[in-house]
Structure formats: C-alpha cells, structure tokens
C-alpha cells in the first residue's frame, strides 16, 4: 500500500497536471501563447474536492490518499514555529503593474523576481493567488480569505508563503490618521487593493488584465520579514489537483487586510474557492476513512434487508436517500424503516444534512 502510493505520487510529478496552486510551476506550466488556462476542477459537486482524484486518475490520486495533504488546521502540534530571520525573503516592487489572470478557480498574479532561501536551499516566486475563504485554518478558525506565494526551486520543490487577509474594520478604512494605522490586520493593505483595483475587469474565467505599479518590498517583503514576525512551517501538499506532497509551507503570523467593499467586489469574482479542512499529518487521508465507512454502512444496510436504502453495493456502494423526503439537505429527518430480521430495535435513524447519511443503533454500531 505505501509502496504502491508512493510511485503513484511520483508519477504524478513526473506526469505534470491541471495545478492551479502550482499554476506556472513544473507541475503546471504556463501556456506559452500568454493564454490563460482556465483549470477543470472546481469546488462543488462533481468538480469538487470530494471528488478531485477521479476527475483525473490516476494523476490525482494523492487528493484522495495522500496522509500529508493541504490545508489542515493550524493547532498545536502540527507546525514548527519559525522566526522571520529563520528565512531571508526579498519581494521587488513590480513598477509596470504585473498580469493578473482569472483561472476559473482563482485569481493570479503573476509576480517574478522575489526569492526565498530557506535551509540552503533557493527558491524563485512564481505567482501569488487568493483564496477565499481561507484554506487553511488559524487554530480552528478560519479568516476571510488566504493569499498563496507560490515559490519553485531549482530541483523543482514548491514552497509556499501563506498570508491571511482579514476585512478590515470600515472605521480605518475612511480614515488614514488613526490608531489602527500601523496595524496591516486592521488596515487595508495598498498593494492588495491596487490589485484587487482591476478585478472587474477580469470577472470571466480565461480573462487577464495589468494591475497598477506594486510597492511589494515596502509592504509584503517588511511584513513578513519584520523581526516580530514568525511561521507556522510543516510539510504539505498543493491545496488544488493533483494535491502533490512535499510542499513546503510557511503560514504567517502577520496577516494584511482589505476594506469590506473589496472584500465584496472580490467575492463576487472568486466566489468560493477553499478545499476543506484535511486530516492531521501523518493520520489516514479522510475521504478513504469515509469511502470504507460508507461501503460498510451499505453493506451493514443490505445484510439488515434494508435494500431499499441502497441501490447498488458492488462494484461501488452508492448511498442513495432513504424514506420519503429523505437525504434532501433541507434540515434533518428521522426515517423508520421496518425489517422482518433480526431485531426488533430501530434499525436506521438517517439525518438529512448528509444526503443519505446513515446512523446505526448503537447494537449495531459495535459490529465496526
Ligand atoms: C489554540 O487554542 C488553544 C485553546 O485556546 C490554546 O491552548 C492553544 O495554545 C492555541 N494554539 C495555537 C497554535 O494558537
Ligand atoms: C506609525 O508608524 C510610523 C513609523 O514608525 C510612526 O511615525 C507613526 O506615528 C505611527 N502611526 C501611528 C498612528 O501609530
Ligand atoms: C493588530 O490588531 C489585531 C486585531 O485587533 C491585534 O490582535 C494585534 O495585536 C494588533 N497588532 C499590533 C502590533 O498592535
């Protein structure tokens, strides 16, 4: 199993896929006519990221197994804390504006020239994006949204630089003389709004436009680099398909802010683009935990002549809503079923919010 999982993710880097995270890395190339690819995969349904590893397979399967997978929530025990002078970090201004490109699944800029080296080891920027909300979550809590610095080595690592982004409080955003001044949580922070200035006009996938001139080393260099500053660092995948291992990532302590009506104007565009919450480090990928749970569910549904709660049970179980009005999402519903098997307990109490989740009683729930 850990041997076959690991030429698996190695194929995967070798073969190269639909990255948006690592959108102009190896792992996903930029096209060379100045294109914008507009990725595949989404965030709902289908397209989601319950269902990344088979939009693609078996390239993006690590999204579906991988134990080492991206975001994860940022408590204790899962990050080495690291100090600003830890990392030396130089982010130029970009003077003549740089591309910014709507992705389907993100908005990018294509920021080049600013360098990280970390361990020896040096890496290039190739892009930062935006997701919304954020990714991954601050000790249980997650912020308004998440800016992603995507770095490449030579040897073809990534690593990424993590900023929060929180809505600024509309107090400091009328007013430039005020106490909040220095703080960049509280105040919205010039180089995103100068970007986020022209995101009307890239509001359809495929479309790119020219942000006004960057002071990046004034602003995001001085942030992340001021003493105060530390990183929540652990090694991590890419956040988007094929969910690639052996990220490294840098979660900041300080965070930058935007006003509210940027915040809007920015939502509307992107939408929602945030993979959930994965499993600790280390522990089984979730969606395997939940795919075996629900296949002994049917299974457990089927042997308790509970058909009609279950369509099919080989190759795949699929669990379908049971009772009437059932599984529709819309609150929670309790369904009775009868059985002329085994007891005379009540055999399946399924809630609604989980379209065709289903709760055994507790007789049967030792079985597992
Ligand atoms: C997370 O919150 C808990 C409970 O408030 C606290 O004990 C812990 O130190 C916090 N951890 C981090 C990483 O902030
Ligand atoms: C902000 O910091 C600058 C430079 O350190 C200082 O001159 C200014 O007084 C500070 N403003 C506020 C409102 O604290
Ligand atoms: C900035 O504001 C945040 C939110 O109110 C606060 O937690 C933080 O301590 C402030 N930072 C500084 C340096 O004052």
Wanted: aromatic share 6%; with cysteine; hydrophobic share 40%.
């Amino acid at each position: 199993m850990g041997f076959s999982l690991q030429a698996l993710l190695l194929a995967v880097t070798a073969t190269q896929a639909l990255a948006s995270c690592a959108h102009g890395t190896f792992l996903s190339p930029r096209a060379e006519d100045g294109t914008v690819k507009v990725n595949k995969f989404g965030y709902t349904g289908l397209n989601g990221p319950l269902n990344w590893a088979s939009l693609e397979s078996p390239a993006n399967i690590g999204c579906a197994t991988g134990t080492h997978q991206s975001p994860i929530d940022m408590i204790d025990g899962q990050f080495t804390l690291m100090k600003s002078s830890d990392i030396q970090l130089s982010i130029p201004d970009i003077p003549e504006g740089a591309e910014f490109e709507n992705l389907g699944t993100t908005v990018e800029v294509i920021a080049k020239g600013g360098t990280l080296k970390v361990d020896n080891k040096d890496f290039e920027l190739q892009q930062f994006h935006f997701h919304l909300p954020s990714e991954h979550l601050d000790n249980g809590t997650s912020q308004a949204m998440e800016m992603h610095m995507v770095f490449q080595s030579t040897q073809q690592e990534v690593a990424v630089i993590g900023v929060y982004i929180n809505i600024a409080p509309p107090s400091t955003t009328n007013n430039n003389n005020n106490a909040n001044a220095n703080n960049s949580t509280l105040t919205p922070t010039p180089f995103l709004e100068s970007i986020f200035s022209t995101i009307t006009s890239i509001t359809t996938p495929g479309t790119k436009t020219t942000t006004p001139a960057l002071p990046l080393s004034s602003t995001l260099q001085t942030l992340l680099t001021a003493q105060s500053n530390t990183f929540q660092s652990y090694s991590g995948s890419l956040t988007t398909p094929p969910c690639t291992e052996g990220v490294r990532w840098f979660v900041s302590a300080a965070r930058m802010a935007i006003a509210p009506e940027t915040f809007l104007k920015v939502r509307d565009v992107i939408g929602f683009n945030s993979r959930f919450p994965q499993n600790k480090l280390g522990e089984p990928n979730i969606l395997m935990i939940s795919s075996l749970g629900a296949s002994k569910a049917a299974v457990e549904a089927m042997a308790m002549g509970n058909a009609q709660g279950v369509v099919a049970v080989a190759p795949a179980p699929v669990m379908v809503p049971m009772g009437e009005g059932g599984g529709n999402g819309a609150g929670r519903t309790t369904v009775t079923t009868t059985t002329t098997m085994e007891t005379s307990a009540p055999v399946v109490a399924g809630t609604g919010t989980g379209g065709g989740m289903m709760k055994v009683t507790p007789a049967r729930r030792r079985a597992y």
